[in-house]
Each structure stands twice: as structure tokens, then as C-alpha cells.
């Protein structure tokens, strides 16, 4: 899916934010329906009530905002937004989550600012402050940084934003080309279920759970696990497989969907009593790792499973190919990382789960001429107030 625009326009009080936003928006509707604008002091109104004004009330509410504007985008959905919002982390997140993400800052003399504030904003702090008693933070490295003076007409201001190329923020390959090729003409309904998902079924998933499966690829675990009376909803992000899952599968109780699990925001928003994981912890990077399981243990519901299956590092193809990251090589045409098990349950007992089983083996995953040495864990999201 092609993700959304996001121009986050931010400068101090007065700086003419809204101004410069609502000709953006316009402009930019007449060619682009899917575009939308925010205002801080409308969104503070519907998802900042609750916070005040002190600096992490601030920082909290900021936060909220580009988590909506990065939902937004996630969903191709173009996004406006005019902010005060001076906080670097808030900055640096944007440009680390969002993908298409341009910032505009509105740099105005205090002396303007004056002239133009109805409250009396501003005092002798000249600068210093947002129209407030915390410190500005200006921002450090911003795409576009335009003199809001009044000697620049609004539409050449606007013209000006439009001109410029985005260069979207680095985003993580999930070597889509590869897997789209590997999936090509495999007769997805008929594959056989891995012994990954038949150990889970038989141990721990009950009839009528619901389970999401991360990277389900030619959807054969998908499949079998909603044969067997699990609501089931699968996610991959090579289009070749979904679109051949989505022609062929007639199960009512079995979804499936083409989007990057890592970046699946709306997904994560629903419940579910187990999140299955094979072979995909592997083909990513560990920061992206922590988030998912991180978001895993927040969309379990109580005393839900996760179960993952991976490469170990003491896989045979542990060192093969191009070195790009500790324990991650180029190799076969596409990325794999190889888990450390200590590791792996150490992250997840600290974000919260009980380890229920781990072990590690050459019999769990045996292929033609490829005998996988992978990790298995099942975790449980227990009440922590409960845990010893």
C-alpha cells in the first residue's frame, strides 16, 4: 500500500500555521480527495482533554498527535497538521515512524509574532518560550523553513511547500521482490501445515480462538488452523501470495491481508487470544522485534499465547552472505537474522510475558536439503500484578 503524505507545519504562535495549512489543504484536496486537516487547537479538543499544560502534558499530547497522523498515512491517506508542538523527540519520532514526512517550519521575527498575537502571548522572554512558560525547542533540521513575514504571498508560501521532493524516511525492505517470485505459482490451498502449527493446535489453541498470523506467506498454517474452526486472520506483505490466498480461500472464519506487519497499526487495535509467528522474527531487525512483540503483548487479550518459531544463530547459514547487522546477513537474495534464544526471552519477559516452553532443536523445521536449527517459544500474557 502506498503510504499518505504527512506535512507537519509547526512555527510559534502567531506564526500563521493555520493560514498556510488551510491553503495547503485546498490546494492540495483539488487534486487528492484523500487529504485531510488537523489544527492543534481542534485536536486538543478531542484527544487532549484530559491533559493540562505542564511539559509532559504537552510532550503526551504531541505524541498523540503524530501517533493519529501516522495511522493516517499508514492507511495512504494524505495529512496535514499545523503545531506548535516544539519538542525534538516528538520531531525525531515523526521522521523515524512516518514514512512520506516533510516538516515546515514557519520562522517569524518576535517583533511580527507581536503584532500579530490577539493574547498577548509574548513578553520580554522574547523567543524563548512558545507563548508559554516552557522553553522552545527549535526544530534542528526541518525540510522547509519559509519566512512567514508578509513579504512572500500565501499561494508562492504554499507553491513552495508543494515544490518540494519528498525523500521518503528509510523503510524497511521486507524484500517484497523475492517473495513474491518464491510464491509465484505455489498452489497455496493445498500446502501442508508446518509441525510448528500442528504442535501449537494440539497444545494450546482451542476452537472459536481468534489468531493473527504475522508474514503467513503462502498462508498454509493460516489455512490449517482456520480448517480447524480458529477465526484467523493472516498478514503478509508480498502482494503475490495475498492476492492468490484472497482468490482461492472460501473460509468464513479466515482473512487475509496484504500490509507490512510491522507497520500495521490497525491491526493492532483489535483483540486476539494467540499471535503466531514463524519464520518472520528472523526477517526483521531487532528494534523492529521489540516493537511487534511489544505490540503482540498489547493486543493479546488476558492469558493469550504468542507463539514464535525462528533461525537460530546456531543455524548452518548463521555467517553466510553479507554482514548488515549483528547477527544479520544478505544472503539468498533476502535478509535473515538468526535469534539468540536467552536473548529473545529476556525481551519478552521484560515487556511482560510468562515463558511457557522454549527450546531449540534441528528437528522443528526439517527441509529438503536444509536442516534448520530454530528456536521455539511459547510466552503467555498473564496479569503482572500476579507474577511472582
Sequence with gaps: ????????????????????????????????????????????????????????????????????????????????ICTIAMF???????????????????????????????NELYSESDGKTAGSDLAVEYPKDPDLVIKND??????DIVQNILNYTVVPQKRWNRDEAYWDNYYAGQAVTEAV?????????????EIGGNLVELGCGNGRDSLYFAKHGVHVTGIDASE???????????????????????????????????CYSRFTLHAI????????????????????????????????????????????????GHYRRFIVLQELLAKLQDIGFTIIESAESDQFAPLKGDIAVCVRVVAQKTNKDLQP
Excluded at 501445515?193 to 489453541?205: H, V
Design 88 to 118: 525534538d523527540e516528538i520531531r525525531e519520532w515523526n521522521r523515524e515512524h512516518i514514512e512520506n514526512y516533510v516538516e515546515v517550519f514557519l520562522d517569524v521575527e518576535m517583533e511580527v509574532l507581536k503584532r500579530r498575537s490577539r
Design 150 to 155: 508578509g513579504r512572500q504571498s500565501l499561494d
Design 285 to 332: 531487525n531487532v528494534h523492529q522485534e521489540t516493537q511487534i512483540l511489544k505490540k503482540a503483548y498489547d493486543m493479546l487479550k488476558e492469558n493469550g499465547y504468542l507463539f514464535i518459531e525462528a533461525r537460530s544463530v546456531n543455524d548452518k547459514k548463521y555467517g553466510a552472505g553479507q554482514a548488515v547487522e549483528r547477527n544479520a546477513y544478505i544472503c539468498d
Design 240 to 274: 503475490v501470495a495475498i492476492n492468490e490466498l484472497q482468490k482461492k480461500n472460501l473460509l468464513q472464519n479466515c482473512i487475509f491481508i496484504c500490509d507490512d506487519f510491522v507497520s500495521a497499526e490497525s491491526l493492532y487495535r483489535i483483540q486476539y487470544d494467540y
Design 1 to 80: 500500500m502506498n503510504k499518505g503524505m504527512l506535512y507537519w507545519i509547526t512555527g510559534l504562535s502567531g506564526a500563521g500555521k493555520t493560514t498556510v495549512g488551510n491553503r495547503l489543504y485546498y490546494r492540495m484536496r483539488a487534486q487528492k480527495k484523500n487529504t485531510v486537516i488537523f489544527d492543534g487547537g481542534i485536536l486538543k479538543e478531542i484527544v487532549g482533554k484530559d491533559l493540562g499544560y505542564r511539559r509532559e502534558d504537552r510532550l503526551e499530547r504531541a505524541y498523540r498527535y503524530s501517533a493519529l497522523c501516522k495511522l493516517l498515512t499508514d492507511q495512504g491517506i494524505h495529512v496535514i
Design 193 to 205: 501445515p508446518s509441525l510448528f502449527a500442528c504442535a501449537m493446535l494440539q497444545k494450546y489453541i
